[in-house]
């Protein structure tokens, strides 16, 4: 008679260990984060984590991915300007928190590092299609005419947020949210992302 696996065994319990590791460490900066500190804070041997995801991107983006996974809110209010408020300020709650951190880590070594910049790519394609459910809407209700260029609006919407997390270190707040916000409304009502 076969003996079945018990679940949630050693690989789930390393897992586990390694990611709260990691998720601890980096709340005290990604610049003196490795694999060697990641696996003696989860109590695991370093190849193990070799083993399991090769690098310390890998360990980032396995991170990455459970916020991936969340189900995203997508404002739907009857109102462009309001939707996009509210996105924008979803934008700034995961750009301040842990998943700031790990896109910060990530995006600092995506231009050496192929893995990491596939991950951030990934993450934030899958985003933004999500979001541009927000204009999808507005064209729907005759807000906006059809063909509006949804992507290209979202795309606008998140570069000042990118901006201040990866460039200027300046800090995101509501104010700063409602701002991208209405200049993105402001730039769909003048038909800056009007079909051509």
Known sequence: MPVSQRPGGRSTRVRAAVLTAARGLLADGYAELTVERIAQAAGVNKTSVYRRWTDLEGVLGDL?????????????????GTDLEELALLVRVGMTGEPGELITALATSAPRNRRAAQIVRG????????????????????ELPQGTDAGAAIEIIGAPFFLRLLVVNEPIDEEFARRAAAATTAALHAGVFDPK
């Open 64 to 80: 990455l991915s459970e916020y991936a996974s969340e189900v995203v809110p997508i404002p739907d209010t009857g109102d462009l």
């Open 123 to 142: 993450f934030f394609a899958e985003r933004f299609r999500l979001a541009e459910a927000v204009v999808d809407h507005a064209i729907a209700r005759g």
